[in-house]
């Protein structure tokens, strides 16, 4: 049986997701898969600075997150953050493969990808690697030429990868692996035709404050609005929406959650979802054809995100959130700019195929193996 050993890291809740996709894959495809949370379990030090750093970070200052984003995407800089970081994790990263013997290695984090492609490079094994790349802008921490294959999300993102130098035929436009029961999900939800729109409004796992502010700018629509709102694990959110409902004359239906396991059915029932665009969200907003409009990012890779989707004609990114009412309001009268958006995600989600990757995987396993009976034969 092949063994494939998923790196990934606590860095935002895609990564994880990511891998856990692929692991749930690649053992219905006869494979023995292993997740490595590869800060956590090489140095605990590497794992608070980066991990527990980047929530803090984006909960406390997301400019600043942006800056160095930003800062580290810098070809010079990126090689020098990286081979600090190789150094700290290499005794541990090398035990963790020693041990678990992989067929093919799959890395969901840029940093993660980067530091096995040192360390391959460095001599200090030869399994294929792939690097999943979790948003739909590029950085530079993916990019390493001992990397063998890249699946990516988009053309628009393999275009962007050749232009910073990687090989064409090294990046697979398969999309970004979603939960496998988002995948499963076949029952489809019943739309509300009685209100003009079915709003859904998001913020990722984790929630925002910032979905106060568009909840409020939501309700003084002059329209027949259908909100549903889901505050993920932000409980505070959810307070904070549900005092409003309770204090203000809400006219519209509202439904409001906290964490839920029923995305598929929920983005069915919406007419557009209103989110920041996470690499995880956007992938299944785009598999739902579900239009999306952006009033708030993290400075950095959503940043980058949202450009993806604005210039693809897959989202409508506001500026000020004050802003969204008459955003709204306008696409109630003009839902033929939300079809012309959905119609844009069915075409590039007819991209997206997890079985290719798993395809891909078996291929690199035995061009590997032939390649290693090749050199004991010469030798």
Known sequence: MNRVLIFTASTGGGHNIAANS??????????????????????????????????????????????????????????????????????????????????????????????????????????????????????????????????????????????????????????????????????????????????????????????????????????????????????????????IIEDEAVDKSVEVYGFVENIPELMDRGDVIITKPGGLTTTESIIKNIPMIIPYYIPGQEEENTDFLVETGMAIKVDKIKDLTTVVDYLVHNKDILDGMAKNMSELAKEQSIDRIIALGSLLIKENSSYESNKKTLV
């Not at 200052?61 to 010079?76: D, E, L, V």
């Not at 030429?145 to 993102?157: C, K, L, N």
């Not at 035929?169 to 079915?198: C, M, N």
């Open 22 to 243: 692929l692991k749930e894959h690649f053992e219905a495809s006869s494979y023995e898969a292993i997740i490595c949370d590869a800060f956590k379990e090489t140095n605990q030090l590497l794992d608070t600075v980066i991990s527990r750093g980047y929530e803090k970070i984006i909960n406390i200052s997301p400019r600043t997150y942006g800056r160095m984003y930003r800062a580290a995407n810098n070809k010079t800089l990126s090689h020098y953050i990286v081979a600090l970081i190789t150094d700290v994790m290499e005794k541990n990263m090398m035990a963790i493969i020693n041990e678990n013997k992989p067929n093919i290695i799959i890395a969901t984090h840029p940093l993660v990808t980067n530091v096995l492609g040192t360390l391959k490079g460095d001599g200090e094994f030869d399994v294929p690697i792939i690097s999943i790349v979790t948003d739909y802008m590029i950085h530079r921490a993916y990019i390493h030429d001992q990397v063998d294959a890249y699946v990516v999300g988009s053309e628009y993102t393999k275009e962007t990868m050749v232009e910073k130098g990687v090989k064409e035929d090294k990046i697979h436009t398969y999309g970004i692996p979603v939960r496998k029961s988002f995948l499963d999900h076949t029952t489809l939800a019943v739309k509300d035709y009685s209100v003009d729109l079915t709003v859904l409004l998001m913020a990722g796992s984790m929630g925002t404050s910032q979905m106060e502010k568009a909840f409020l700018s939501l309700i003084r629509s002059k329209h027949n609005l259908k909100i549903i709102v889901v505050c993920g694990k932000n409980l505070k959110v959810k307070n904070r929406i549900d005092k």
